[in-house]
């Protein structure tokens, strides 16, 4: 066999090139080489836990998705103008599962680029501009998803440079937020009211409104109740297109619902897919209304080189056979609740644990150093994913104040796994 590389040599010629623009997992982030399910393997033979994976949905190297992948590359693979039945099948696949009524599928190749196109969507079917978003929210990074991007986490200078188009409402935060608690919707409500008071009065109206239907970015902080349907009125109200980021909690990863915006109750105009829908590959999707599809289509073409490529198309689909044939949904919900019972019994023991956020195997643990003023503990929380690194465990913060460990494992992690992490996070905080 070859020589391994050093790590850290590896690490300084990867600084040479590749542009520094984006944080990388850890300091001295391991030099990973091999996954398999939620494990991954360095090039020392260390092995760690992965417990941040959210596009390794089946988990790593799963062998039927790897035989699906080099038959279709050996048969076809190209340009998605042509003809071929792994798309009819894999848009079809994709109506039957959407939200009801959401039943035309666009094809994209990454998160980015679906909330981009559902943004262009909203505003062509309306006439009008105005988008509404969230604040404290992650989209993407092209220039429109990165407009309605108002992360401190990501951009510190986020909320003094939206464009004019953007219009940024509170942040439904049932922890940190304006107003706490899951029956909060009625306060966010009318600050809604009072912002779209003004734009009825400015006269530019609402194109749409887009937000994640759980608050992903926040470390899967559930919105409060009822909060999205009474958003959905007043923006259907005017016109609006109703936008939910799925990109994050949609996909079987809330265990107890298969999208996140069943857990508001709530059926949007349009959805956005991504990061799981390719199990790593780059797949992104738009899926709305027929009529919504067809004013975008009245205003120009749309098309996307890769998008939907037989290889693509099959990879969806063979992501989609494994998630039912290895019942990953019903196995985000019994490993994900019992997580969830663990990290909450932690909470009990350990007061920097504020908060355990989430559903399913999208979880949250919001570290603050006062469960009153609820000031985030930033610097712990990356102490402590650098001591569970030390234990062989991977997971990262996220949020406004990076101070939300954020545990998204492959769906496929074991109830003895789930409970080595919450064994290990229980070891580490006791040396805070
Ligand atoms: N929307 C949400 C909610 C996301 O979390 C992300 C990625 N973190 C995106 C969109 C953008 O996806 P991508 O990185 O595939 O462009």
Same mark, same amino acid.
């Given at each position: 066999?070859?020589p391994?590389?050093?790590p850290?040599a ?17 300091a ?25 994976n ?9 062998p039927?998705?790897v ?8 048969r ?7 003809h071929y ?9 994709l ?22 196109l559902?943004?262009?969507?909203? +505003? ?6 105005? @988008?509404?978003?969230? !604040?404290?929210?992650?989209? &993407?990074?092209t220039? %429109? =998803? ?13 909320l003094?440079?939206?464009p ?18 899951v ?10 009211d009072?912002d ?25 902080v559930?919105l ?8 959905y ?21 809330m ?7 069943? +857990?508001?109750g709530?059926?949007?105009?349009? @959805?956005?897919?991504? !990061?799981?829908?390719?199990? &790593?590959?780059?797949? %992104? =999707?738009v ?17 996307s ?9 099959v ?8 998630m ?14 019992h997580?969830?019972?663990r990290l909450?019994a ?33 610097e712990?929380?990356h102490l ?16 406004d104040?990076k101070?939300?460990?954020k ?10 796994s ?10 580490v905080?006791?040396?805070?």
């Amino acid at each position: 066999a070859a020589p391994q590389p050093d790590p850290a040599a590896s690490l300084a010629r990867r600084d040479a090139t590749f542009a520094q623009v984006q944080e990388h997992y850890f300091a001295e982030p391991p030099l990973i080489e091999r996954g398999w399910r939620h494990h991954l393997l360095d090039t020392r033979a260390q092995s760690y836990l992965d417990m941040v994976n959210n596009v390794t949905q089946l988990g790593h190297g799963h062998p039927r998705l790897v035989e699906a992948v080099r038959d279709q590359w050996a048969r076809l693979n190209t340009n998605s103008r042509f003809h071929y039945d792994e798309l009819s099948r894999f848009t079809e696949r994709l109506a039957a599962i959407a939200p009801e009524g959401l039943d035309t599928v666009f094809l994209v190749n990454s998160g980015s680029e679906a909330v981009d196109l559902a943004l262009r969507l909203a +505003q062509t079917h309306t006439g009008r501009r105005t @988008i509404l978003a969230v !604040k404290e929210a992650y989209h &993407g990074w092209t220039v %429109g =998803a990165d407009a309605v991007t108002s992360s401190l986490g990501d951009n510190p200078r986020a909320l003094g440079t939206r464009p004019d188009w953007v219009r940024l409402v509170s942040s439904p935060n049932i922890f940190h937020g304006a107003h706490r608690g899951v029956d909060s919707a009625p306060a966010y409500l009318a600050e809604l009211d009072a912002d779209l008071a003004e734009l009825d009065a400015a006269g530019t109206g609402v194109a749409g409104y887009i937000a994640e239907p759980v608050f992903g970015n926040a470390g899967g902080v559930m919105l409060p109740d009822g909060y999205l349907a009474g958003v959905y009125e007043r923006v259907r109200a005017r016109g609006g297109v109703c936008i939910a980021d799925e990109v994050q909690v949609g996909y079987g990863r809330m265990g107890h619902y298969f999208w996140g915006s069943e +857990q508001q109750g709530v059926v949007p105009d349009v @959805i956005t897919v991504a !990061k799981a829908m390719g199990n &790593g590959q780059p797949l %992104g =999707a738009v899926i709305t209304r027929r009529e919504i599809a067809e004013s975008f289509a009245a205003e120009g073409s749309f098309f996307s080189s890769a998008g939907g490529s037989p290889v693509s198309a099959v990879v969806g689909l063979t992501v989609l056979d494994i998630m039912r044939d290895e019942r990953l949904q019903e196995n985000a919900a019994v490993v994900g609740d019992h997580l969830a019972d663990r990290l909450r019994a932690l909470g009990e023991r350990h007061p920097l644990v504020g908060a355990v956020h989430g559903l399913g195997l999208y979880l949250g643990v919001e570290l603050v150093r006062d469960r009153e003023t609820l000031e985030p503990a930033t610097e712990e929380a990356h102490l402590v994913c650098d001591r569970l690194l030390a234990e062989g465990v991977i997971v990262q913060p996220t949020g406004d104040y990076k101070n939300v460990l954020k545990i998204k494992p492959p769906l496929c992690i074991t109830q003895e796994s789930a409970d080595r992490f919450a064994d290990a996070l229980d070891l580490v905080l006791a040396t805070l």
